[in-house]
């Protein structure tokens, strides 16, 4: 049932934090003006997300592939994966590759990640994922959710082509607006401040409006720009495999306190 104290403390909170931010904090932040950078602005301010085709060749999608299995086969103990073996997670993995370093670098998703923000994020770290099929997977994440309820941006980079049978990224129309986040809490008796969404709660959304379900295939080489507070998942696999890589951007003084979030499973150091 919906608390409407903590609905009050949240639209609160999601609006004075806004304001914050963009009078205070950031007054004199400078915007990366060029076409290409607004464009993929203006689309991640309108959809919550914007898909940027041949981001990288498929020379160096083949070879970061290489570099991640070869770390999986030779350091297992240096790995996150769920229970069964079916999302294996690499923390830190710009520490293992030069070329997944170059995409922790990137200036793309980074200054329009600080057009969205109105201020200067930084890049907490890279995570190599590998998504294989299993029985009764659950896909990359491990189902629906939401990354957090304050400001979440991630850039997402497909290793492999991506289509409906391996893990595309899927994510719910509008579910990042502030109306929407509200209303739909307040029709299926949603807690605002819950971040795991159930898939029958899912399903309602989209039986009510089957257009609010976007699924992001992409050629190997597509870089997804996306607000990560939107309710999304990695599809659940029904064969073969996908390889990404994910960069995790945060406001620049908050990093700390994500970085402590991430502690227990990360096996690469990333302060290097």
Known sequence: MINFYKLIKYI???????????????RNFSFNKSK????????LKRDGYVLVDNFLNLNDCSKIINSIDYFIKN???????????SDIRLFGAQNICNKINNFFS?????????????????NLMT????????????????????????FQYKAIL?????????GPFQLIKNSQKIFYYIKDCVNLNMNIFDTRIDNSVVQTLIKKDNSR??????????????????????????????YALTNYYYPI???DNHLNQFTPYIKVNINN
Not at 75 to 85: C, E
Not at 158 to 166: A, E, P
């Open 12 to 26: 609160f909170f999601y609006y004075s934090k806004f304001f914050l931010n963009k009078f205070l904090k950031n």
């Open 36 to 43: 290409l950078y607004n464009d993929h602005f203006s689309k």
């Open 75 to 85: 350091n297992p103990n240096h790995i996150y994966h769920d229970d069964k073996f």
């Open 106 to 122: 990137a200036e793309l998703p980074l200054s329009v990640g600080q057009n969205y923000y109105s201020g200067q994020l930084k």
């Open 127 to 150: 995570m190599a994922n590998k998504v294989v099929f299993k029985n009764d997977n659950l896909g990359s994440g491990g189902g629906w959710h939401r990354d957090g309820i304050d």
């Open 158 to 166: 497909y290793l492999v082509d991506v289509d409906n049978n391996n």
């Open 213 to 242: 379900l976007i699924t992001l295939s992409g050629r190997a080489g597509s870089l997804i720009l996306v607000d990560t507070t939107m309710i999304h998942r990695g599809c659940p696999l029904i064969s073969g495999s996908r």
């Open 253 to 255: 003084n908050e990093c």
